[in-house]
């Protein structure tokens, strides 16, 4: 896909691009006082010192070899789309490997070889040092950023090649049907008549449990379609259709049905009927005329069966989130591209602010592991769950006493820290916007400004809080005669 | 201030302490716990220090004695486990005080990466002095500690001489009224020591306050007003420099131009009237003005030498009649223009 004289150029222009941009944010830094002096020497070490070319050319090295390790793929979306969920991914590694090592590296060494002594002399605050260090950090993180998400835009129409432009996803906003909410009475029905037709399953399940599978198989069985029968889903749509939009399907035909096996639909989206013949959970896109709807826009499928005959299909079921939407473009892929590199920028922010203060008390060996094994165990999502706390939380479901001991109430509250930890860690899990973006769905302005609010303010603010009130009760000038 | 448990500072007690002096501290202690907080060495013992305006005050004692300990709590670094501190009229580490100090750390520890220019430009920028005025100072001590030709060298290619005469400059970017100096001559060649001595006389003549701490007692009784005599944390004496070294038991006379006669003469009359004579001896001259005089006619002759190049010039704005003090350069806005070169 690029020879080696292009892959040198784009190399050199990047990395050029990045040095003018970080010349910039230090002239920028010159009108921050005490501030952005000391941001302005974490920027000089990052350069002088190697950390911050280094990064570069692992970054955009990696960047520009992705196109050609995905040509073995043949299928341009999914290339294209490899493209934008690895080199994302990437930019993300290489950004918080260079956050962690050069926070906690260089805080850590102005502590060891006592530079920060004289620096705390001088009329600066602790906290104020140590938000120059995370402004400095974050204003690295924004500069190689910008540039490798720009350089991977660049890259993107020369992975999908001049005659596929239209492989490249937008961002489309996605549009669930509305269906009608599952009562409480057809929950009792459904389950009486389960307790009777197969007790030991639903016998052996808690209440609450019970009564949350059975909604889950009536809210599934409102949206099936038998054979020879047709159903109408409604959806709330903006008055216009634009060109580009699709009714995505992935339908369940049954657990033994295989691949191969197809049903034909037909399907009635105002005065057009279109016919579609669709696999099992394979994703089939029905495009829908473009211009003015009436709103609810409502499309009725009908399942006509098999494709070959002879085979019985049971129904379609639409199981999974993705089974049955509407997906209409909204935006560009530029445009969302950012809000997801906004989204991990802020992330960044958050691994800056967590090093600085990792390195305050802890040291640079202990600060740096900790902080991989978060950011590994955040992004991955998975934790060990507390034996004890699992034990509690089956006996609650159930609607058992647990016996009262000192034991296992501290138990109960390590579980309780335990969820809080979950939650928080899904969070983090939630805020990684890349999927979405390379699947071509919109990453909406309101997921932004949660991030923004959970992870950029509430979270770095606290730890950098946290920092100030830690750096300040430290002893410095070795401590020790 | 008073500390009423370790790094507890209780503000509300009533001070005793004179907040017209630049130091003063009574009975400041220092103890250092191990991990499960029981008392393992008291570095300071109850010390009782007070250093006033104007005053070159000289901290003296072996190793371990509580020097740097004691200079590390005046600058907020520890935090006293006793007693009373007061550093220009406020608490160790308050920016009231910190803006109008400067510190010379014993070792030289400044960033490597940056040049010289860039490092006295930083510690300028964090005492919020304008461009204009960052621009004139660091040109000043550059200067005036003779490194305007290494000025734009990373310090990682400096000599240890080079770097302590920069942290002298940086001491001094902010004009400061108190200036506390760990070991300052340490490192310098004889040129930088004298320089060093020099300056500190002139700026005790400019009005400063000046705390040195030093193992060169030489130096010590040459520029120090009174000094304190530190051993197992505790001030063994303090006193003018003059009244603790004169021995009312001897007595030294210097002459110029004495002939052997008049020698032997005065010897006679000496002896006569009952006073041991130990020696006469032709006076000699010190090592330190030699060598300065040998330097000084090699300059004079154009023989070049890398690194240090003159300097020792007390810079206009330290002096009295100076282009104003710290207050008066300081900006509270954005700076504009810039002196030093870029970072990056």
Known sequence: ?481 | MAVAREGVVTGRVVSTLDSSLAIDCRNLRKVFRDFWLRPRVVAVDGVDLSVASGEVFGLLGPNGSGKSTTIKMLLGLLFPSGGEVRVLGHPPGDPRSQSRLGYLPEESCFYPYLSGRETLDFYGRLFGLSPSVRAERVSALLAMVGLEGAADRPLREYSKGMQRRIGLAQALINDPELLILDEPTSGLDPIGTRQVKDLIGKLRDNGKSVLVSSHLLADMEEICDRVAILYGGRIQEVGSVSKILVRDDRLEWLTSGATTKTLRLAREAVVEAGIEVEEVAPARRRLEDRFLEIVEEARDSGTENSGVTGGGKLASFLTKEGDGGPAEGRSDGGDSSESAEGSS
């Open chain 1, 1 to 481: 896909m690029t020879g080696p004289v292009e892959f040198l150029l784009f190399l050199l222009g990047a990395s050029l691009l990045s040095g003018v941009a970080l010349h910039l944010s230090d002239r920028l830094l010159r009108s921050v006082g005490a501030i952005g002096a000391v941001a302005r020497v974490l920027l000089a070490e990052g350069m002088r010192r190697g950390a911050i070319p280094i990064a570069l050319l692992i970054l955009f090295a990696g960047l520009l070899a992705l196109p050609d390790l995905l040509s073995e793929n043949r299928i341009v979306e999914y290339r294209v789309q490899s493209l934008l969920q690895y080199g994302q991914a990437w930019i993300s590694v290489v950004l918080m490997t260079l956050t962690v090592l050069l926070g906690c590296g260089s805080l850590s060494e102005e502590i060891a070889a006592r530079r920060l002594d004289v620096t705390l002399t001088k009329p600066v605050g602790r906290g104020r040092y140590l938000l120059g260090k995370w402004l400095g950090l974050v204003l690295i993180d924004g500069v190689l950023l910008a540039v490798a998400i720009s350089l991977l835009l660049v890259l993107i129409p020369r992975c999908a090649g001049e005659d596929h432009l239209d492989a490249i996803p937008a961002a489309d906003r996605v549009v669930e049907p509305l269906l009608p909410a599952v009562t409480d009475e057809q929950v009792a029905d459904f389950l009486e008549r389960g307790r009777v037709t197969d007790p030991d399953r639903w016998d052996s399940l808690s209440a609450d449990e019970a009564k949350q599978r059975a909604r889950g198989a009536l809210s599934r069985s409102a949206r099936s379609i038998q054979p020879g029968s047709e159903r109408s889903y409604r959806f709330e749509v903006p008055p216009r259709l634009p060109e580009g939009s699709v009714l995505a399907l992935r339908p369940y035909l049954g657990r033994s049905t295989h691949r191969s096996i197809g049903a034909v639909l037909e399907i009635l989206s105002g005065d057009q009927i279109h016919g579609a013949i669709v696999g099992n959970a394979e994703l089939t896109e029905i495009p829908l005329p473009a211009g003015p709807v009436e709103q609810p826009l409502e499309i009725t499928i009908a399942f006509k069966g098999a494709v070959e005959e002879g085979v019985d299909l049971p129904a379609i079921l639409w199981a999974g989130r993705d089974s049955i939407r509407l997906r209409i473009p909204d935006d560009s892929l530029a445009a969302n591209i950012a809000r997801s590199s906004l989204m991990l920028w802020l992330r960044l922010a958050f691994t800056a602010a967590l090093s600085t203060v990792a390195v305050t008390v802890l040291g640079f060996p202990v600060a740096t592991l900790s902080l991989f094994i978060f950011l590994v165990t955040a992004s991955t999502g998975s934790l060990l769950v507390i034996d004890g706390s699992t034990e509690v939380a089956h006996a609650h479901s159930h609607g058992q006493e647990v016996p009262r001991s000192f034991g296992k109430e501290v138990l109960e509250a390590l579980a309780l820290i335990g969820e809080w930890v979950v939650v928080a860690l899904s969070d983090w899990e939630r805020h990684d916007a890349s999927s979405t973006v390379s699947t071509g769905i919109l990453v909406p302005g309101s997921d932004v400004l949660r991030c923004l609010g959970v992870i950029g303010l509430l979270w770095t603010g606290l730890s950098l809080f946290a920092g100030r009130w830690l750096l300040r009760r430290r002893e410095l000038g070795g401590a020790s005669p």
